[in-house]
C-alpha cells in the first residue's frame, strides 16, 4: 500500500471547497507579531489555476509587493495626478486630468492593474489614435507609462507594461499657417485702438512665443541712452525721444509664461532689437496701461507685465486667442488664425525677405537650424533655389 506523503512545514495546501464549489489553495507567511499565523488564500475552477495563483502569491512575497486584487488603472491615473505631478505647470495638470487621463479612463480605467497586458495598451493607444493627434497619443501614451511607474514604485505592480507598446500614429495634426504680406498689414489695420494692438504688432514683427510676449515685462523693454548709462529699461528712461539714441529700443525676452518662467530653451533666452513700429505701439500701450491703473484704484495689481488684464493680472492664453479672433474677423480673415501663427508669419516674411535660416533660427530662439527647418518648413524659403538664381545672373 503505497503511503500519501505529508504536507511539509509551511507547504502551501490546495482542497476542494464544495459550499464555494472552488478548489483552495492556502500559504503560510508566517506569524504576526500577536503570536497569530499570517495566511493568505486563493481560489480557482482547476488545481492548476490555484497553483498559478499561489506561485503569484508566492513572488509578491519574494519581491516585497503588495499586489492589490482590486487596484485598477483609475486608481493609478488618480494617485499619479494627486501626488506625482509637483513639478508640472497647472496648465499642464489640466491637460493631463480633463483630457488625457479622461481618454484613457475611457479605454483601461477598469482594468485591474495587475491583469492589465502590452496588448491591452496597445489596443486602448490604437483607439485613441484613431481619433485624436499622434502629439496627444504620445502624450497619452506617457501618462499611462509614468502613472504605472508611480504604482510601481508603490509596490502595487510588478512590471510597467505601458513602457513596452510601441506608439501608434495618429491623426494629422492641425498644421499652421502664416499670414501673407497683405493678410498682414490687413491684421495691423483691424489692430487699431484695441487692447490688442501692441501685442499682435510685437509678436508679429519680432517672433515673439506667445508665452513670451504674455511674460514680458517692462523693466525688460530697453532703450539705448547717450549718456554713461547706456541701455536703460522704459521704467527707468521712458520713451523719450530726446534722450533715445537714433531711437534704438530692444527686448530681453528672458521670461515665458511656463512653470518655473523659464523660456522654453536656454537658446530662447535672447536680446531683440525692436524695429519702430514696435516702439510705437509699445509707447501708446503704456499710455494706455496707465490709463487703466489710474481706472483701477485699490484694484491694480502692479505685476510689471507690458501685457495683462485692466487690473494688472497675467493674461490668461484662452483671453489672448478669443480676443485674437475678432480682430482676424475684423480683417476679414476668419476666425481659424491662432496668436502663435504671427510667429510662423514672422518666419515666413523674413524668408521670403532673404534672409538666411541661421540669422532667422537666432532671431526665433531656437536651438539649432533643423528646429527652424523642419517646424517653419513651409514657411522656409528652399536654399536650393540659390544655386540657379545665382547662375541665371550670370549667364543670363
Not at 8 to 13: A, N, Y
Not at 18 to 37: H, M, Q
Not at 97 to 115: C, P, W
Not at 235 to 243: M, P
Request: contains cysteine.
Amino acid at each position: 500500500m503505497t503511503q500519501v506523503k505529508r504536507r511539509g512545514q509551511g507547504e502551501d495546501s490546495i482542497y476542494w471547497d464544495s459550499s464555494k464549489n472552488r478548489y483552495i489553495g492556502a500559504v503560510s507567511l508566517g506569524f504576526s507579531s500577536a503570536g497569530t499565523r499570517i495566511r493568505r488564500k486563493v481560489t480557482g475552477r482547476t488545481k492548476a489555476e490555484v497553483r498559478a495563483k499561489l506561485r503569484e502569491l508566492h513572488q509578491e512575497v519574494e519581491t516585497g509587493l503588495r499586489l492589490s486584487r482590486s487596484y485598477a488603472v483609475n486608481d493609478a491615473l488618480d494617485d499619479w495626478l494627486a501626488h506625482g505631478l509637483d513639478d508640472v505647470s497647472a496648465r499642464t495638470v489640466k491637460l493631463y486630468r480633463d483630457t488625457i487621463a479622461l481618454a484613457l479612463r475611457e479605454q483601461l480605467g477598469t482594468v485591474v492593474l495587475r491583469k492589465l497586458t502590452a496588448r491591452d495598451v496597445q489596443n486602448a493607444l490604437t483607439a485613441l489614435a484613431s481619433r485624436m493627434s499622434t502629439r496627444t497619443v504620445q502624450i497619452s501614451r506617457n501618462v499611462l507609462v509614468r502613472a504605472i511607474r508611480h504604482a510601481e514604485r508603490d509596490g502595487l505592480v510588478a512590471r510597467n507594461v505601458a513602457a513596452l507598446v510601441k506608439l501608434p500614429k495618429g491623426q494629422p495634426g492641425r498644421p499652421s499657417k502664416s499670414l501673407t504680406l497683405e493678410q498682414a498689414t490687413a491684421l495691423i489695420d483691424a489692430a487699431k485702438d484695441t487692447r490688442l494692438e501692441a501685442y499682435i504688432i510685437l509678436s508679429l514683427l519680432t517672433g515673439l512665443r506667445t508665452e513670451e510676449a504674455r511674460a514680458l515685462r517692462w523693466d525688460h523693454v530697453m532703450m539705448w541712452v547717450d549718456d554713461a548709462a547706456r541701455w536703460q529699461p522704459v521704467t527707468i528712461a521712458g520713451f523719450d525721444r530726446a534722450r533715445a539714441g537714433n531711437d534704438r529700443f530692444a527686448i530681453n525676452v528672458w521670461r515665458a509664461q511656463r512653470h518655473g518662467g523659464d523660456t522654453k530653451t536656454e537658446k530662447s533666452r535672447r536680446t531683440l532689437a525692436l524695429p519702430r513700429r514696435s516702439v510705437e505701439a509699445l509707447r501708446e500701450h503704456r499710455k494706455i496701461q496707465a490709463k487703466d491703473r489710474l481706472k483701477a484704484g485699490a484694484l491694480w495689481q502692479d505685476c510689471g507685465l507690458v501685457f495683462c488684464s485692466t487690473i494688472g493680472t497675467p493674461l490668461d492664453d484662452h483671453n489672448v486667442r478669443r480676443q485674437f479672433r475678432k480682430v482676424t474677423e475684423a480683417a476679414g480673415l476668419g476666425p481659424t488664425w491662432v496668436p502663435r501663427e504671427l510667429r510662423h508669419t514672422f518666419v515666413s516674411l523674413l524668408s521670403a525677405h532673404g534672409v538666411p535660416v541661421e540669422a532667422i533660427a537666432l532671431l526665433a530662439g531656437h536651438n539649432q537650424t533643423a528646429t527652424t527647418e523642419l517646424v517653419y518648413r513651409h514657411q522656409i524659403v528652399p536654399a536650393l533655389t540659390r544655386g540657379a538664381e545665382v547662375m541665371d545672373q550670370i549667364f543670363g
